[in-house]
């Protein structure tokens, strides 16, 4: 099976699993969620990768920001429909953003890319930075250590899921190497694993302004 099926799959069978223990803090993202949210200018269109049941999209949207999440997960989608109904979501790959350059002024991956075939992770990079408007900020999780592989039984649930990722410095090596700055990176702990956050930026580019 294709790890983008694999993944699919799995997400769509622990899609009210995983929104009730992500609901109970399961995962702590507020910190990532709140340093994130002070990069954007008000009234942002922020971009939600891997948005999964829509709970960091409700809690950007309730900030007072224009939230679009993706997902490869349509049952994810529903919940997250339920969860954020003032938000927009759409199915989508995150290797392959159907959305015009410079639209968003925020794109959010927590724990999302650590999904995708890692020999794909600089195209989805560059990706990001498409569709970032000049100056906006990157939020997101990357692999501290360097793995490939799928857990058969995630937390229990029933659901096989895949990983793969490259360690800390290849991760912010990447990060710049697809065209961005890095802000700032931090070590981020959860029961699952640890994990590189990272906040970056697109850098100014004037030819942006002049094609408007």
């Known amino acids: 099976m294709r790890p983008k099926d694999i993944v699919t799959k799995g997400y769509d069978k622990i899609s009210q699993l995983y929104n009730d223990e992500r609901a109970r803090s399961f ?3 507020d910190a990532e969620v709140d340093t994130f949210s002070k990069c954007m200018p008000v009234g942002a269109r922020v971009l939600d990768v891997g948005c999964g049941s829509g709970l960091v999209s409700s809690t950007l949207q309730q900030n007072g ?3 679009t999440g993706i997902d490869v997960s349509e049952k994810m989608l529903e919940l997250a429909r339920k969860n954020s109904p003032a938000s927009t979501f759409r199915l989508m790959d995150m290797r392959r953003l159907r959305f015009l350059p410079n639209s968003f002024d925020g794109v959010i991956g927590l724990y ?5 075939p890692r020999r794909f992770h600089l195209g989805v990079l560059r990706g990001f930075r498409r569709v970032l408007k000049s100056k906006g900020f990157l ?3 990357m692999g501290w250590g360097d793995y490939v592989g799928v857990e058969e039984n995630w937390h229990g649930w029933g659901a096989a899921l895949y990983w793969s990722h490259f360690d800390k410095e290849a991760n ?3 990060l710049r190497k697809a065209g961005f700055q890095v802000v700032s990176s931090r ?3 959860q029961k699952d694993g640890v994990h590189l956050f990272v906040i970056a930026q697109k850098p100014f580019e004037a030819d942006q302004l002049r094609r408007g």
């Open 187 to 189: 070590r981020s702990g």
């Open 112 to 116: 999302s890319i650590i999904h995708v």
């Open 139 to 141: 939020a997101i999780h």
């Open 65 to 67: 920001f224009r939230v």
């Open 27 to 29: 995962w702590h993202t």
């Open 172 to 174: 912010l090596a990447l």
